[in-house]
């Protein structure tokens, strides 16, 4: 490792353990790692590594032998995992040791984590299809750039076999964006065929999306009291599930940066179709978030929105989000069934009400595909009646 890596190295530790003192971990817990991440440097140095080579799986085996493994393994992974959300590595250390992938291969899974924030957990199981793929065009003797759409569903017929509908499903989806990218960002394919690789749709319940009237939307609000540094974070996010729509996961991720005060704007990021949005917030919503923010977010350093109320204060989870919301449903008395995700079909449908297209509606939702999102949307009864019976309702 030449001086500028290490010095690179020996800052990033500097800012990680700030990071974990800022979040509330304790003293002998930031000793423990300061030591382990100083013998880690070290361990790097003999011999010098690229930087490229330092948080590799076969690295971190290496140092898990001189040691307590343990905590050598979440000390060095730890770092690993901030300095991949810092983006100053691909890829955080892999649970196992991986197929390296043909450069275009590679290239993609880095813009999925990099331009269309998928999760780690996303491009893992990205990378299984791609594994798969390219061993399918070695095995064959296939190129690439000259594949046909018959060779492409006879992969997905051989990979899909042993796979659950749902699974099946997902992996196609996997390998459209795939096709997608290798026609649109890099020219490698001559035709579009993820246009032609079709998924079927899979219907999951005997009965549609369930979304909530207006008076159960009111019996909601009523019975949330924002006293308590929780209750603060909850009326907040039903606030912001219900007024636009968006998925828990990707409340989870919002951050500071993500919300103009001044202009009344979120700026959505991380989309689960990969589609960022800047969308206006409504003013209660807006004086939700704020009030969350002067009497219930703990002073921390950490840029993203809603944080744990409790020490070390890290950033909130997807499923903390749903339970923030299903709790309030159950306080509210509204019915067993109701999910979070009732909010975002109620959104849905409010808009459909107002006149919304089902077009703009799909671009608000952040939907890949426009059957999505009819799948959202429910027969608009007031509309019927005044078209039909000539009522005014």
């Given at each position: 490792m030449?001086?500028?890596?290490?010095?690179?190295?020996?800052?990033?530790?500097?800012?990680?353990?700030?990071?974990r003192?800022?979040?509330?971990?304790?003293?002998?817990?930031?000793?423990?790692?300061?030591?382990?991440?100083?013998?880690?440097r070290?361990?790097?140095?003999?011999?010098?590594?690229?930087?490229?080579?330092?948080?590799?799986?076969e690295?971190?085996k290496?140092?898990?032998?001189?040691?307590?493994s343990?905590?050598?393994?979440?000390?060095?992974?730890?770092?690993a995992?901030?300095?991949?959300?810092?983006?100053?590595?691909?890829h955080?250390?892999?649970?196992?040791?991986?197929?390296?992938?043909?450069?275009?291969?590679?290239?993609?899974?880095h813009?999925?984590?990099?331009?269309?924030y998928?999760?780690?957990?996303?491009?893992?199981?990205?990378?299984?299809?791609?594994?798969?793929?390219?061993?399918?065009?070695?095995?064959?003797?296939?190129?690439?750039?000259?594949?046909?759409?018959?060779?492409?569903?006879?992969?997905?017929?051989?990979?899909?076999?042993?796979?659950?509908?749902?699974?099946?499903?997902?992996?196609?989806?996997?390998?459209?964006?795939f096709?997608?990218?290798?026609?649109?960002?890099?020219?490698?394919?001559?035709?579009?065929?993820?246009?032609l690789?079709?998924?079927p749709?899979?219907?999951?319940?005997?009965?549609?999306?369930?979304?909530?009237?207006?008076?159960?939307?009111?019996q909601?609000?009523?019975n949330?009291?924002?006293?308590?540094?929780?209750?603060?974070?909850?009326?907040?996010?039903?606030?912001?599930?219900?007024?636009?729509g968006?998925?828990?996961?990707?409340?989870?991720?919002?951050?500071?940066?993500d919300?103009?005060?001044?202009?009344?704007?979120?700026?959505?990021k991380?989309?689960?179709?990969?589609?960022?949005?800047?969308?206006?917030?409504?003013l209660?919503?807006?004086?939700?978030?704020?009030?969350?923010l002067?009497?219930?977010?703990?002073e921390?350093?950490?840029?993203?929105?809603?944080?744990?109320?409790?020490r070390?204060?890290?950033?909130?989870?997807?499923?903390?989000v749903?339970?923030?919301?299903?709790?309030?449903?159950?306080?509210?008395?509204?019915?067993?069934?109701?999910?979070?995700?009732?909010?975002?079909?109620?959104?849905?449908?409010?808009l459909?009400?107002?006149?919304?297209?089902?077009?703009?509606?799909?671009?608000?939702?952040?939907?890949?595909?426009?059957?999505?999102?009819?799948?959202?949307?429910?027969?608009?009864?007031?509309?019927?009646?005044?078209?039909?019976?000539?009522?005014l309702?």
């Amino acid at each position: 490792m030449n001086h500028k890596d290490s010095k690179r190295l020996s800052q990033a530790v500097e800012q990680y353990l700030l990071q974990r003192i800022e979040q509330g971990y304790p003293d002998t817990h930031i000793d423990t790692q300061c030591k382990i991440l100083q013998d880690f440097r070290l361990f790097v140095e003999r011999p010098p590594k690229e930087w490229d080579e330092i948080f590799t799986l076969e690295i971190l085996k290496e140092f898990m032998q001189q040691g307590d493994s343990n905590e050598r393994r979440r000390a060095v992974r730890g770092l690993a995992k901030f300095l991949y959300q810092q983006r100053q590595i691909s890829h955080p250390i892999p649970l196992k040791s991986r197929q390296k992938l043909p450069e275009i291969f590679e290239a993609y899974l880095h813009y999925c984590a990099t331009a269309r924030y998928d999760t780690e957990k996303t491009v893992q199981h990205i990378r299984r299809v791609l594994e798969a793929f390219c061993h399918y065009l070695r095995q064959h003797n296939l190129n690439l750039s000259a594949i046909t759409i018959e060779q492409i569903d006879a992969f997905n017929q051989e990979y899909n076999a042993a796979y659950a509908r749902q699974s099946q499903k997902l992996n196609r989806n996997c390998l459209k964006l795939f096709l997608k990218y290798l026609y649109h960002e890099r020219r490698v394919l001559k035709r579009d065929f993820a246009a032609l690789l079709k998924v079927p749709r899979i219907f999951h319940r005997t009965k549609p999306s369930c979304f909530l009237r207006t008076d159960e939307i009111q019996q909601l609000f009523d019975n949330m009291t924002p006293t308590t540094p929780a209750e603060l974070r909850a009326y907040a996010i039903v606030h912001i599930a219900y007024t636009m729509g968006l998925r828990p996961q990707e409340i989870s991720r919002l951050t500071l940066d993500d919300i103009q005060f001044t202009k009344a704007e979120m700026h959505v990021k991380y989309r689960k179709a990969g589609f960022p949005v800047t969308m206006p917030i409504p003013l209660k919503t807006l004086k939700a978030i704020t009030v969350y923010l002067v009497g219930g977010r703990p002073e921390n350093n950490c840029r993203e929105l809603f944080l744990q109320c409790c020490r070390p204060y890290r950033p909130v989870s997807s499923p903390t989000v749903c339970h923030a919301i299903n709790a309030c449903m159950r306080k509210a008395g509204l019915p067993e069934e109701a999910t979070p995700y009732w909010l975002r079909h109620t959104h849905a449908q409010h808009l459909l009400e107002a006149g919304v297209s089902v077009f703009e509606i799909k671009e608000m939702l952040g939907h890949d595909d426009i059957e999505a999102t009819k799948r959202y949307l429910h027969i608009h009864i007031k509309l019927m009646r005044r078209v039909i019976l000539g009522e005014l309702v």
